[in-house]
């Protein structure tokens, strides 16, 4: 009778061998990601267009300064392309680092203020320096969109 034993430490030790290569090259393309300077072209006003022209939206920090590490508020004053506030709206946040590969530390809540096209964002926080990317997903009666902002702080 033949013995496997060592055609099967064989295929165990390429195995191995194999994986240990995979997160080598995962290691150093996530690191190249962290020394990556962020693309030239980004747009870091506060006040955007969504991305299907729906809605343009501004963005005010309380204190009108981003801190870091600290749980902060801010205002979306959402209004649609002619203008006009929009009321009503159902809005959820999303975002993280880009070159970092993580999303929020944190799971911010819209809230309606008054009328006027004004919300509440509560449970904004931004753990470290760089660039962040916030997203707004509206919903409201001129349809879905998103409202993208880029952040560095």
Request: charged share 20%; proline share 6%.
């Amino acid at each position: 009778m033949r013995s496997t034993a060592p055609s099967l430490l064989a295929r165990l030790g390429a195995a191995a061998i194999r994986i240990s290569a995979a997160a080598a090259v995962a290691a150093t393309l996530t690191g190249c990601m962290l020394f990556a300077r962020p693309p030239r072209t980004l747009d870091y006003s506060r006040t955007r267009s969504s991305e299907a022209g729906i809605y343009r939206g501004t963005i005010e920090p309380a204190g009108d300064s981003i801190p870091q590490g600290k749980l902060h508020s801010w205002t979306l004053h959402l209004e649609d392309a002619a203008g006009a506030p929009v009321a009503g709206a159902q809005i959820a946040v999303d975002g993280g680092m880009p070159q970092h590969g993580h999303g929020l530390p944190t799971k911010p809540q819209v809230k309606r203020l008054a009328e006027g096209g004004d919300y509440l964002v509560e449970g904004m926080k931004f753990n470290m320096g760089g660039w962040w990317v916030v997203k707004f997903r509206v919903g409201a009666a001129a349809g879905n969109d998103s409202l993208v902002f880029n952040l560095k702080l």
